[in-house]
């Protein structure tokens, strides 16, 4: 799950402060700190900070600090595949990280320590991010998946896991930072545990990577296994090799055509538009299909590419060229039966298949 711009209101509060009745006369005595903050943390005393020399930080920040970083390295290295079913969330830092850009790292820790301190009783920290549903939904792009209970049990493991890295074990403090994660569960788990995460977000989300085809431009990760799945399917039914794809040569005379002549504009677009369509109805926030709608992409009289009307027969063996691809790519079974339920989806159908 993404940390990041988590948000929590001022209503949470650890300390219990104590308040001493005074005469009019009577000068009134200092407040005791008897926040969480202070008296389990380490408070506002000042302490040089490790990661700034130099520098002083709060005790009770740096605790809270060490325990947040150890988390996310904790998610974000996954010894032994403890933490798999976080990684999704994770798709945008992850693949930061991977190139070496640590902002949005830097970024979360801060952000999360700064939630935990003022949560905890620290009076000169104030948290100002997003609310925590918005923070967990496509209000924040850089959250992939709605999360369910089982996810956050896991968080909260990785959580207990960094803390005790840092050498806290002690339930004195385990415990109440336990109540106050579990005291922002409802509004954080937006998925119920029987349904999955969408699609894009289990095919790699809107973490960027290296465009293999393009060097020097970021492609999401999601969109990458997409667009190679539809680029085979395009080249498995050109190629149609021992002729399994001969009904279907018909439908793209206009491109394989082009393609003979050494123009591979056409191809280009096809597996452009095809992969942003998918992209846009398997999960995708970023990615819109701004193409013909499906009837009218399939009409000869609308799209001039097009060079007859299909029939459910083609349509079938198209579906089974989209199989081939994705194994060629080596997609696990599963994924490849949601993409069949899509293709083969009643609205997608009827609008394809018009003779």
């Not at 219990?16 to 506002?44: I, K, R, W």
């Not at 050109?238 to 050494?262: H, I, M, R, S, W």
């Not at 069949?340 to 609008?351: K, P, T, V, Y």
Request: proline share 5%; aromatic share 8%; glycine share 10%.
């Amino acid at each position: 799950m993404k940390l990041k711009n988590l948000s929590f209101s001022k209503l949470w509060v650890f300390g219990v402060f104590v308040f001493f009745a005074c005469g009019e006369d009577e000068p009134t005595p200092p407040m005791m700190d008897t926040s969480f903050y202070a008296t389990q943390l380490g408070g506002e005393t000042m302490v040089p900070d490790p990661d700034n020399p130099g520098q002083m930080v709060e005790q009770g920040f740096l605790n809270l600090r060490t325990v947040v970083t150890n988390t996310v390295l904790e998610i974000a290295t996954n010894e032994g595949g403890t933490y798999n079913d976080l990684q999704p969330y994770f798709s945008v830092l992850l693949n930061e990280v991977g190139r070496n850009e640590l902002s949005g790292f830097t970024t979360l820790v801060v952000d999360f320590t700064i939630f935990l301190a003022e949560a905890t009783g620290a009076q000169n920290f104030q948290y100002t991010g997003l609310n925590m549903a918005e923070a967990h939904n496509s209000t924040n792009p850089r959250m992939n998946g709605l999360i369910n209970d089982a996810d956050y049990d896991l968080f909260i493991q990785a959580v207990v896991a960094g803390a005790a890295e840092a050498g806290i074990t002690s339930p004195e403090v385990l415990g109440p930072v336990g109540d106050l994660l579990e005291s922002v569960r409802e509004p954080i788990v937006q998925r119920p545990d029987g349904e999955n995460l969408d699609l894009y977000t289990r095919l790699g989300g809107s973490g960027l990577v290296e465009d293999p085809d393009n060097p020097g431009t970021l492609i999401e990760a999601g969109y990458l296994p997409l667009r190679a799945v539809v680029t085979s399917t395009v080249l498995v039914i050109a190629t149609n090799e021992g002729g399994k794809y001969d009904d279907l040569q018909p439908y793209f005379t206009v491109l394989l055509n082009e393609v003979e002549a050494g123009d591979t504009s056409g191809f280009t677009t096809l597996v452009g538009g095809f992969s942003d369509f998918l992209a846009a109805n398997i999960g995708s926030t970023n990615i819109e299909y701004n193409g013909l709608n499906m009837r009218d992409a399939h009409d000869p009289t609308v799209n001039s590419r097009m060079t007859g009307l299909i029939t459910a027969e083609d349509y079938d063996l198209f579906v089974q060229a989209v199989v081939e691809g994705a194994l060629e790519n080596n997609v696990p079974e599963s994924i490849i039966g949601e993409f069949g339920a899509l293709l083969n989806s009643e609205g997608l159908r009827d609008a394809i298949i018009q003779a």
